[in-house]
């Protein structure tokens, strides 16, 4: 498992690893004592509910850092005239004849429904490099696939406010 990560993508990872070390963990293992010494821990629900917010830190942590282990840093950086890495592309689906703004970004903070793509999806990978007014083919699989036309490239900064996926 390789993730193409930009740097700022890591600094972000490794600032909520900080975090939830430091603050979250701490306060779950407050919760879990507190729940505890409510007495019998069978039927004591506010006990497993801190356990179980305990286990899904740590295995947010452990994510977050198998991430970052196993990353390809990718540039963020392309021609002013191609599509690239955190560029805002306003697209033409010639099928259905309506008109699309997405921003490319990294795998961990694709999010289609807040029209964030990232460039491993059929139409980011297919956008990557191209021009405005550069007729695309997207194949969905091999024979399958649409024609979108590249309406504008507007080169935007990762201002880091895109959110890193939970899983």
């Known amino acids: ?54 286990n899904q830190n740590e295995s947010r942590i452990r994510y977050l850092e198998r991430m970052i282990k196993t990353a390809v840093i990718v540039s963020d950086e392309s021609p002013d005239d191609e599509v690239g890495m955190n560029n805002t592309v306003e697209v033409y689906f010639e099928d259905d004849q309506t008109t699309e703004k997405y921003k490319i970004v990294t795998t961990v903070r694709g999010d289609s429904l807040a029209g964030l793509i990232s460039t491993e999806s059929p139409l980011g990978r297919a956008l990557l490099g191209h021009k405005a007014g550069d007729r695309v083919y997207v194949e969905i699989s091999p024979g399958n696939g649409y024609y979108v036309v590249v309406k ?5 900064v990762d201002d880091g406010t895109d959110r890193i996926r939970s899983f």
């Open 152 to 156: 504008s490239i507007e080169n935007t």
């Open 1 to 54: 498992m390789h993730n193409e990560l930009t740097q700022k993508d890591i600094e972000k990872m490794q600032e909520e690893i900080e975090y939830r070390k430091l603050v979250v963990r701490r306060d779950a293992l407050e919760d879990v004592k507190a729940a505890r010494a409510h007495g019998d821990l069978s039927e004591n629900f506010e006990y497993h509910a801190a356990k179980k917010f305990k």
